[in-house]
């Protein structure tokens, strides 16, 4: 008995995706919230960094991957914030 094996067709790119709409294409079924657009990235993390970032993992019991996308979300929802509240601030000084 042989097992049929189905190739998995990767998602187009969002650079397709917004080449189709261009285009006149319907890209609704890209957009239904079911997933989220991704985009592969490739980072050389010094050494250090990493082993750091694996003890975090260790204690928690995530994945490597997981936690650089939690702590880089973090950090940018950090960042936003500080800006929103120095326009804030700057607005007052006036």
């Known amino acids: 008995m042989s097992k049929k094996r189905s190739k998995t067709v990767?998602?187009?790119s969002l650079e397709e995706i917004a080449d189709q709409a261009e285009q006149g294409h319907d890209v609704s079924?890209?957009?239904?919230?079911q997933?989220?657009?991704?985009?592969?990235?490739?980072?050389?993390f010094p050494?250090?960094?990493?082993?750091?970032?694996?003890?975090?993992?260790k204690l928690v019991g995530g994945a490597r991957q997981a936690w650089i996308k939690l702590a880089c979300d973090e950090r940018l929802r950090q960042i936003q914030l500080?800006?929103?509240?120095?326009?804030?601030?700057?607005?007052?000084?006036a």
């Open 10 to 12: 990767n998602p187009p």
């Open 29 to 33: 079924k890209h957009f239904t919230g």
């Open 35 to 44: 997933h989220s657009a991704k985009q592969y990235v490739s980072i050389d």
């Open 47 to 57: 050494l250090e960094l990493l082993r750091a970032i694996d003890a975090e993992c």
């Open 82 to 93: 500080g800006r929103v509240g120095s326009h804030s601030v700057k607005s007052r000084r």
